[in-house]
């Protein structure tokens, strides 16, 4: 029975390579396993790239695994995929790898403003103006169609409504019921928007007088006024921590529009108008 007993046991030894227990040996070493990092990390340099990704941490475990974690720049990159499944074959590909994981995450977005930024604009990375020369040529259509059309490729996206006279976000989205009203941090003072679809949105007629029940009054306000409100809306948000932040401005080149430029700045703009000469006649 002892004899049998060795046998056996020399039996299952024999099943395991040589080079492997000869490979998980070596790997004991800490020395040994950072100098297979530094190679590691050499075979994913032809891979990243440096404007989207980065490496946060690669790690070689005594038992050959490698594990990666990269940071993506931000929520919109169609090659997030393919770029993990290269950086798993690489890793792989790697002779004395066992197997390899793959993780990632979406960094935190600095802020447009720099370190100018009110709190609740500390992480959102793009302020962009949806504006048009002239009413009804589509433009708050087209802002809407835009936030979802980034949060669906994976961006985090806010659309602030800053046309106070005729606010169109309420009726262009049917918030679920309970949205409003909406809630003030009693800490931060902020407001937390409403949000539909993961895209965050903000609109004088979510706060206003009756927005509860549907029945918003018209704005009595000047311009002056309408553009204070504005800018509460805009940095009185928890926006947290967004790609985009697009906002739906009112027709026209009004105190919405020069408050907001010269206070916050914008990161782009998009100009909507119509084939129409007289919609095209203040555009181009």
Known sequence: RRTHLGMRRHRMLAAVPLRHLRRCSSLASPRVRARLEEEALRALDPIMEPLLTRCLQLVVQSDAHVAVKLEF??????????????????????????????????????????????????????????????????????????????????????????????????????LPDGSLPLKQDAHTKLVAPAKYYDVRLMSYGFIAKGASTGHVPAAVMRGPMVAKTVGQMLSGTDWGELDYLLVDLPPGTGDVLLTLSQTYGFTAAVVVTTPQRLSRADVI
């Open 73 to 174: 720049s931000g929520g919109i990159c169609p090659q997030r995929a393919s770029i993990e499944q290269a950086i798993a074959a690489a890793i792989e590909a790697l002779p004395w790898a066992r197997s390899s994981s793959v993780s990632s995450s979406v960094a935190r977005p600095s802020s447009f403003m720099g370190n100018a930024a009110p709190p609740s604009l500390r992480h959102v990375g793009a302020l962009i103006g949806i504006s048009s020369c002239k009413g009804g040529v589509g433009k708050s259509t087209v802002a809407a169609n835009l936030a979802f059309a980034l949060s669906t490729m994976g961006g985090r996206v806010g659309l602030l409504d800053a046309d106070v006279h005729g606010p169109s976000l309420p009726t262009l989205v049917g």
